[in-house]
Structures are given as structure tokens and as C-alpha cells.
């Protein structure tokens, strides 16, 4: 070979062109092949200690994420509503992220050719750069998830030992064959003061099998007892409200408690309405309620539009807005402020029509939560439910509450029963009554059930009590409505 030609030769390696072994391409693809499997660099570069070792760890981490992913994935649910376990696992992201990103660069370095020239160098550093980035992103991405799904947890859910409410690991429900939880929909609107509970129901949960009773009692109930104490002692013939505007109606409780502080004494402002209240539904119903949980309705669609909205099945029209809109029959999805209206109105219906809209509301947005809508819409689901969420569950009761809740959405029995006209006439209610069938839903077989109220038009909560042929004195038994019904068989 003459001398030029060898030249020419020796400026294609220096380059990094040509397919040598030392080439500029060959080094990026076993750089992006390390970035795949560690390792593989540098058993090219004749390295096989770092080699190894880099093999070594890469396959204790997939085994480990693929450990977590499949024979502890109940674990790992568990862990995701644990904060500790959470910062944990973002520093651990952060961590992984960083020694991936020094395992590509690295790799690059061990195999880039020795002398090349400005415009190579400027390609290889590009390519590296790209790599990295494509490793950085989604675990930064996990990352921020994680921070943001933590920050979230720890702003909803308090520590029991904040709260008063301490939690035994090893007996998370104390015993207890059922958790009562009130949940409570409030209406800050405009154009009233305070937050007035215009939805309240328990949801009794069997704490072995999940299967569940929803007791609604409507917004409008009159003259019920107050919990012993300086609230019955205000009003020992049953609540009474507070001024004109006030007539004494059950969803007045938790405003005239945070109004009142000396009716709930040695409770802190915004925790004096939830627990007045939780004592006055519990002695409606004659069961403990353990805890609460308050969603703010117009927050509520924040939810929905942050998951793309919710399918329902509307079987009437249904007025929307203020501007004559109607939501029409059909199936339908709608966005949040749709939502909303149609667990709201009252306009050609009532509001017991409304309270069984809204259970069938709650149970159509709790099976179209899946995991792929989570995913796609973390942060802003994070963001609304901070601003539309408030609990007394503390944090140590969440994976108790997470493995029953995936007892509750894998074929437990969700029952529902409400307290309604004609069964319950809400200005001279029969408590005796109440808890009597109080008593009897939730400890009866929730398999026998009736599939809807025997003789209701679907969505109609309810019917008239029917006369005992077989009762000595003719007074009326209670109807086929004084038994709790299946929410999938009553909800359209």
C-alpha cells in the first residue's frame, strides 16, 4: 500500500468512519446495547471484572422490579399508601436513574475510539446525550409520580398519631366485624354560608368477605336526637337549627358545629362538623361510625373531568344549567359539571330520585377508575382530589382499607338501602324504626336480596308500605323498600 493510501486509512479510523475496531459506530451501538443490558460494553472492551459486575447488579434489579410485579404485588399495594415507604421508593427512582445514566456514559467512554475528530466528537457526545435522556425521563417521570402521589396521601390522610387515632398493625379494625365509614357529599356554593351535607351515607363494610351496605339517610330528616352531652343538652327534644334560615334539618349539623364551638368542645375548627355529625348518625342509626370521609361536590368535578369524564345510563331527561339544557336519555358520558348536575338536580324529580342518581353516580366512577385512566391523568386526579378530599382515616389504616376495597371491587355484595318516604317520613321520623332496619341489613345474607324494589319504576327509590293480611290489628309491614337492594341491579 502506498504511503498516501495508508494516510487516507489511518484518518478514517482517527475519524471514527471507518468499521474498525475502534469505530465510531460500533462504539454507539454497544453503548445503546449497555443501555439496555448493563454490562455488555465493557465485556467488548476486554473489561470482564466491571463487566460482571454491572450484569450482576442489572439482573438484581429486574428480578427484583419483576419480584415486586408479580409474587409481591399485594406487598407492593400495600406499600404504595405507606409514606415512608413511598419517599423510600422516590430516592430509590432517583438513585436508579443516576447509575443508569453513569453505566451509558461510561460505556461510551470505555469503547470511544481515541483520537477523533471535532465534528465525530460532537456526534458522539449527541448520541450519549439522547441515550441518557431516554433513560432519565421515564424515571424522572416515576420519580415525580411518586412525590406527587405521596404529597397527596400525606395531605388527605393524616398519621393516627396526629389524629388520636391509632392503628394496631396486627388488628387494624380492633376486632371489629364491620368499619362504618360516613361518606359525606358537602355544597360550599356561593350562595350559602359554610358547607351543608347535602349527602350522607354509611357504608357499613363486612371486614372478612367486603360485602357492603349503604345506608343513606336523606338531607332533609327532622326533629332526630343529638349525641349525649352539651349538643343534647342545647337541644334535648332534637335539633332545632339555628335562626330563620336554619329550620333544624340534618344536613344543618356540620356548619352549626363549626359555628359553634362549645357543642364540641376541645375539637379543633374544620374537625368540629365532621364529628358532631358522625355522633348524631350514629345515634340515627343505632351502629358506631368509625370514620369519614367528605367530598366537596363541586371539586367532585375536577375528578371527573381529570379522568375524561364518566359513562352513565340516563334513563330520563334531565334538566342541566340555568339555561334550559337538558341532559338526554341514552348512554351517555359526561363531563364534571354534567356529573354533577346529574347527581344534583332536583328539578321534575325530588331529592330521594337525587340520592339514588348519586349512589349510581359513585359506583360508575368507581369502576371506570382503572389504572390506565390513573396513569394518564396522575397529576391532575392528585392536584383535585387534595382540593376536593378530607378524612379522619389515618395513614396507617390505608392498607387495611386498600385490601378490603379490592375485596369490595372483586364480587363482594354492595347493597343499598335509604331511608326515605314512604318508608321514613322525614318530618316525623320513626327512629325506632330506622334502627331496627339498620339492624337488620347489616347483619343479614347479602346474597338474598331483592334484584330492584318490588313494583319501583328503575331509579325510583322506594314504595308504600303494604297492609298485613296476617297482622292481628291491620297496621301496615313494612314493604319490599324496607330491605336493602343490590346497587348494580337498582342502578340503570
Same mark, same amino acid.
Not at 364551638?261 to 376541645?266: L, Q, S
Not at 290489628?473 to 309491614?477: K, N, P, Q, V, Y
Given at each position: 500500500m502506498g504511503r498516501s493510501a495508508r494516510r487516507h486509512a489511518r484518518e478514517r479510523d482517527e475519524d471514527g468512519t471507518s468499521g474498525g475496531a475502534g469505530g465510531l459506530p460500533r462504539a454507539l451501538a454497544l453503548t445503546l446495547a449497555s443501555a439496555l443490558v448493563w454490562g455488555i460494553a465493557h465485556f467488548a472492551a476486554g473489561r470482564?471484572? !466491571?463487566?460482571? %459486575? %454491572?450484569l450482576a447488579l442489572y439482573l438484581s434489579v429486574v428480578v427484583a422490579l419483576g419480584g415486586a410485579a408479580t409474587i409481591y404485588r399485594s406487598d407492593l399495594v400495600h406499600l404504595a399508601v405507606q409514606p415512608a415507604a413511598l419517599q423510600r421508593m422516590s430516592g430509590g427512582l432517583v438513585a436508579l436513574g443516576a447509575v443508569w445514566i453513569l453505566v451509558v456514559i461510561h460505556s461510551y467512554l470505555v469503547l470511544r475510539p481515541a483520537r477523533l475528530a471535532v465534528g465525530a466528537r460532537a456526534l458522539g457526545a449527541a448520541s450519549v446525550a439522547v441515550m441518557c435522556f431516554a433513560v432519565a425521563v421515564p424515571v424522572a417521570w416515576s420519580a415525580h409520580s411518586t412525590y406527587v402521589y405521596r404529597n397527596a396521601l400525606t395531605s388527605i390522610f393524616r =398519621?393516627?398519631?396526629?389524629n388520636g387515632k391509632k392503628v394496631d398493625a396486627e388488628d387494624p379494625f380492633n376486632g371489629e366485624p364491620r368499619v362504618n365509614v360516613l361518606l359525606l357529599g358537602g355544597d360550599a356554593a356561593s350562595n350559602r354560608t359554610g358547607v351543608r351535607t347535602d349527602s350522607m351515607t354509611v357504608a357499613s363494610v363486612d371486614t372478612k368477605t367486603g360485602d357492603t351496605v349503604l345506608l343513606s339517610l336523606p338531607r332533609n330528616l327532622e326533629s332526630f336526637p343529638m349525641p349525649p352531652g352539651p349538643a343534647r343538652d342545647r337541644f334535648p327534644y332534637g335539633f332545632t337549627g339555628d335562626g330563620p334560615q336554619n329550620p333544624g334539618l340534618l344536613n344543618e349539623v356540620y356548619e352549626y358545629a363549626e359555628n359553634h +364551638?362549645? /357543642? /364540641? +368542645?376541645?375539637v379543633a375548627k374544620n374537625h368540629r362538623g365532621p364529628e358532631l355529625l358522625k355522633a348524631t348518625i350514629a345515634g340515627i342509626l343505632g351502629v358506631r361510625v368509625d370514620y369519614y370521609i367528605l367530598v366537596d361536590m363541586f371539586g367532585f368535578a375536577d375528578i371527573i373531568d381529570a379522568m375524561g369524564g364518566v359513562k352513565v345510563k340516563i334513563t330520563e331527561p334531565i334538566p342541566y344549567g340555568l339555561q334550559g339544557a337538558v341532559l338526554q336519555p341514552g348512554d351517555r358520558r359526561l363531563s364534571g359539571k354534567e356529573a354533577l348536575w346529574y347527581g344534583r =338536580?332536583?328539578?321534575?324529580s325530588s331529592d330521594y330520585v337525587r340520592m339514588g342518581r348519586q349512589k349510581c353516580l359513585m359506583r360508575a366512577i368507581a369502576e371506570q377508575a382503572d389504572p390506565q385512566t390513573v396513569l394518564r391523568s396522575f397529576d391532575k386526579l392528585a392536584a383535585a382530589a387534595k382540593r376536593t378530599l378530607s378524612t379522619d382515616i389515618p395513614q396507617e389504616l390505608l392498607p387495611a382499607l386498600v385490601k378490603l376495597s379490592n375485596k369490595v371491587k372483586n364480587g363482594a355484595q354492595i347493597r343499598s338501602l335509604q331511608f326515605v318516604p314512604p318508608l321514613i317520613y322525614t318530618g316525623n321520623p320513626d327512629f325506632d324504626k330506622i334502627r331496627k332496619l339498620t339492624s337488620e341489613a347489616v347483619n343479614s345474607d347479602p346474597r338474598q336480596v331483592s !334484584?330492584? +324494589?318490588s313494583g319501583t319504576p328503575s331509579g325510583t327509590p322506594g314504595t308504600t308500605p303494604t297492609r298485613s293480611p296476617d297482622s292481628p290489628?291491620? =297496621?301496615? =309491614?313494612p314493604g319490599p323498600d324496607s330491605k336493602p337492594v343490590s346497587l348494580k341491579a337498582s342502578c340503570p
Open positions: 470482564r471484572i !466491571a463487566g460482571g %459486575l %454491572l =398519621s393516627g398519631s396526629e +364551638p362549645d /357543642v /364540641v +368542645p376541645g =338536580s332536583r328539578t321534575n !334484584a330492584k +324494589p290489628d291491620g =297496621s301496615e =309491614s
